[in-house]
């Protein structure tokens, strides 16, 4: 086959499934922000009753893209409304994971230790991730988790507290 | 949590174990590590006679003056007319199988060992590299393997006793039995110093039978005294004090004995029996007794802390005053199960060394790691302060006859951990597989907690815990039975309805708050200014002392 003919049915065959994504994706506007992740359901967010400032999400997110989707969990940041910047921290784990390497030393975690830990995550097309994000409000209330190339909406009301 | 939920958490946990592809080597790993076999080993006993070489320093018969009288005092004056070594590395070196080192009072930096370049260009092209054992097709490890120990054992370890010869057996065959032995009336009297110079300051490697005793040790840059595929081992009266990381480990070692221990100053745990004795309640492999942890992140630790037997010690003033887990790759022996702590005291675990104060004089952007003082704890890991006895995703464990009081998070807490999380076993050595393993549920059941005393001191001064028992509801067979807290009081539970035992073979669901609470906690990093105390965990904030 003709390079440029198998470039144009591959660039439509991808403009088929990104369709079909973004049809998939309406009518849940809790749960599609902008860019390739959505949340498969609407995360809960709960609230530490040792500090009433935090919150914490829990979800699970679905690359709903055509490309493999890479991404460090320090590099998610949650916004408010007008795009403050909340202190926040994530981790891709729906619970508590202890590393091998000690971190008192400095020294770099490397890639594999970082995947398994849940600091990074990769993740093909149509796959899931859990994700946690917990933040510190103050005055406003999050909006949304950037994640650099997209956002994804927090939800409004207070699920629940945890037993904190 | 409703069966849908759970579903997507499974799910999820297993499609983030597909999503990992390579990565680079590891950075701190060992060589891969098996269990020996322990029908072929024994805890080895007491030497009074046989063999020995004598190890001295130039002011030991000062020393001794001053600190011995009597028969101690003659008896070490008349060994020290034979003392022939200044370093114990020497000693070792000259040591035949079942030799008694007889280390006279003093200070012992070991110098010669210290010379030795570490990493050791004589043992260049002695590395073992393996898979990564977080997960399939994640890159490689790249480690000293036991070659690397046995021709350059000084290059990680300022004392090594490698017991194995060159063939495939992984059985000593050099430096066995061998008994090193501070001959004072009190560990103090023998002091092995680090200076943080190497990983380890006491390295026994595939040393079957060694039998350590009576002296003090400080200042590792990892491990104060390291105990790696030994089939028999003994560590009595011994003082660690201020181990960068662990004061007595042991790994992949059967047939061990704790006795009398005194551990201070970890930056992870005093004692740390990991990877322990895969006897699957049948029997127990390593006994500890009297032992006292105290001034540490953790006072006992175990990540598949398995087949130990753990009673008569104390606990107290550390973080957290004892943790089981199976959470971390490389440990063979997963998931954690069949360990027994028994009338142990368990009290006051509310050390904060995660403090904003020792937060910033740990942060390397405040103090370059060299400039630290060695006597300051700068943890190595996370631990929830305020918490007596921690259950990390293990299973059929038995808590009896403790008595906990006064931490102020809880006195007993046990979560879940899911299967995938502790990545591969390239050893093999792991239950790996199975169905629930797939479904994630093969931590968290069949833990026992029967006829503790919480909140009670042993003078029965009411001292409580946060909660006595902090459950997350995951697993089946867990069960609380006849623990009892003061005349008046009762015990105090999150849930606050306990199964009793036997249990429920139901296999509860975990509660997703306590999960996401959990969650939160896992982001913790040191050399972070906001994850130092990362968002929504509350572990690192001294809870407030219970009413």
Not at chain 2, 31 to 48: A, E, I, M, T
Not at chain 2, 128 to 155: H, I, L, M, T, W
Not at chain 2, 248 to 254: C, E, G, I
Not at chain 2, 498 to 505: E, M, W
Request: with cysteine.
């Amino acid at each position: 086959m003709p390079r440029l003919a198998g470039a144009l049915i591959l660039a439509a065959t991808f403009a088929v499934i990104a369709a079909v994504a973004a049809v998939a994706g309406h009518g849940r506007d809790g749960q599609r922000g902008s860019g390739d992740l959505v949340w498969t359901e609407q995360p809960h967010v709960y609230r530490n009753a040792v500090l009433p400032n935090d919150r914490i999400l829990r979800g699970v997110v679905r690359n709903d893209s055509v490309r493999v989707v890479t991404l460090t969990a320090r590099d998610l940041n949650v916004r408010t409304g007008d795009g403050g910047e909340l202190e926040s921290a994530a981790i891709f784990a729906p619970t508590f994971i202890r590393g091998v390497f000690p971190l008192n030393r400095a020294d770099g975690i490397p890639e594999n230790e970082q995947l398994r830990i849940g600091l990074r995550v990769r993740l093909d097309p149509g796959k899931t991730a859990p994700v946690t994000v917990s933040w510190r409000e103050r005055d406003k209330r999050a909006s949304l988790v950037d994640y650099g190339t997209g956002s994804l909406p927090v939800p409004g009301p207070l699920k629940r507290r945890t037993n904190g | 949590m409703k069966t849908p939920t759970r579903l997507l958490t499974v799910l999820a946990a297993l499609t983030l174990v597909s999503a990992i592809g390579a990565g680079s080597a590891y950075g701190h790993a060992e060589r891969l590590s098996y269990y020996p076999n322990h029908k072929l080993g024994s805890v080895p006993k007491y030497k009074r006679s046989g063999p020995s070489l004598v190890v001295c320093k130039s002011d030991s018969r000062a020393r001794i003056r001053k600190q011995l009288s009597g028969r101690a005092e003659r008896r070490n004056l008349a060994l020290l007319k034979r003392c022939d070594y200044r370093d114990i590395q020497a000693a070792v070196n000259a040591a035949e199988n079942g030799t008694r080192i007889l280390v006279l009072p003093g200070v012992y930096r070991e110098e010669p060992s210290r010379r030795v370049a570490e990493p050791a260009e004589a043992c260049s092209g002695d590395y073992q590299e393996y898979d990564a054992p977080g997960y399939q097709d994640s890159g490689k490890v790249r480690v000293p393997s036991f070659e690397y120990q046995r021709k350059c054992p000084n290059a990680q370890n300022l004392i090594a006793i490698i017991g194995d010869g060159p063939d495939a057996d992984r059985r000593c065959d050099q430096k066995c039995n061998i008994q090193i032995e501070g001959t004072g009336t009190k560990p103090g009297q023998v002091l092995i110093d680090g200076s943080r110079q190497k990983l380890n300051v006491i390295r026994a490697d595939r040393a079957d039978g060694i039998h350590l005793r009576n002296f003090t040790v400080q200042f590792s840059d990892f491990n104060n005294i390291y105990v790696l595929e030994t089939n028999g081992f003994r560590m009595e009266n011994i003082v660690s004090r201020w181990s960068r990381e662990y004061g007595f480990l042991s790994f992949t070692s059967d047939n061990g004995l704790y006795r009398k221990l005194t551990a201070y100053g970890s930056g992870d745990s005093g004692i740390y029996p990991g990877s322990g004795p895969e006897g699957h309640c049948k029997r127990y492999g390593i006994e500890v007794d009297r032992v006292n942890s105290y001034g540490n992140t953790i006072g006992w630790s175990g990540t598949a802390g398995n087949g130990i037997y753990t009673h008569d010690s104390k606990f107290h003033g550390n973080a957290a005053g004892i943790t089981t887990d199976s959470f971390a790759a490389g440990h063979p022996g997963m998931p954690q199960d069949c360990s027994k702590w028994e009338r142990n005291e368990i009290y006051s675990n509310n050390m904060n060394p995660f403090s904003e104060e020792r937060d910033q004089y740990c942060f390397v952007k405040n103090r370059p790691i060299a400039e630290r003082d060695p006597k300051v704890v700068c943890p190595a890991f996370n631990a929830p302060v305020g918490t007596g006895l921690l259950i990390a995703g293990g299973n059929r464990n038995i808590i009896r006859n403790n008595r906990i009081w006064n931490n102020w998070r809880a006195g007993v807490m046990q979560f879940w951990v899911p299967s995938s999380f502790r990545g591969t076993d390239p050893t093999g050595q792991s239950q790996n597989s199975g169905p629930a393993y797939d479904a994630q549920t093969d931590t968290s059941n069949g833990n026992r907690m029967l006829a503790n005393v919480m909140g009670l001191t042993p003078r029965g001064k009411r001292a409580p815990n946060g909660v006595d028992f902090w459950w997350d509801e995951e697993g089946h067979e867990n069960c609380w039975t006849r623990n009892r807290a003061g005349a008046g009081n009762a015990i105090t539970s999150d849930p606050t309805t306990l199964p009793g035992c036997p249990g429920s073979s139901v296999h509860q669901e975990i509660n997703p708050a306590k999960l996401a609470a959990l969650a939160a906690c896992a982001t913790w990093d040191p050399q972070d200014d906001v994850l130092q105390d990362p968002p929504g965990c509350d572990w690192f904030t001294t809870p407030r002392k219970p009413r």
